[in-house]
């Protein structure tokens, strides 16, 4: 793509006016490719997160129970030994089911 801007023989008001314009738009469009030239190269290159790497995920505040995990592993995961009197709406401790949110307390990372 190739931008032309002929200056005209008459050095009118106009004539700068569209040669400025025009220099106005070619720098825009340089500035625009640029700017999306340094957006690509900039985006993370770290691989997205998997299956098994949910096994090991850190304890936040707020859990979401994963697939064959008890109160008791999580607890055990956490080193939160206190998850059942911190979540009133647990009737059965037995009774966990994936899914479930609950909120820990975590003592280690």
């Given at each position: 793509?190739?931008?032309?801007?002929?200056?005209r023989?008459?050095?009118s008001?106009?004539?700068?006016?569209?040669s400025?314009?025009?220099?106005?738009a070619?720098?825009?469009?340089?500035?625009?490719l640029?700017?999306?030239v340094?957006e690509?190269?900039?985006?993370p290159?770290?691989?997205?997160?998997k299956?098994?790497?949910?096994?090991?995920?850190?304890?936040?505040?707020?859990?979401?129970?994963?697939?064959?995990?008890?109160?008791?592993?999580?607890s055990?995961?956490?080193g939160d030994?206190?998850?059942?009197e911190?979540?009133?709406?647990?009737?059965?401790?037995?009774?966990?089911f994936?899914g479930?949110?609950?909120?820990i307390?975590p003592?280690?990372?």
């Amino acid at each position: 793509m190739s931008i032309h801007c002929k200056p005209r023989p008459s050095r009118s008001s106009a004539a700068m006016a569209d040669s400025a314009s025009c220099y106005c738009a070619a720098l825009l469009v340089v500035l625009v490719l640029l700017g999306s030239v340094r957006e690509y190269s900039s985006l993370p290159t770290e691989a997205p997160v998997k299956g098994s790497h949910f096994l090991t995920r850190p304890c936040d505040e707020i859990y979401v129970v994963g697939e064959g995990e008890t109160l008791h592993t999580i607890s055990d995961k956490c080193g939160d030994p206190y998850i059942v009197e911190q979540n009133p709406h647990i009737h059965d401790p037995d009774d966990v089911f994936p899914g479930l949110v609950i909120k820990i307390t975590p003592s280690r990372s």
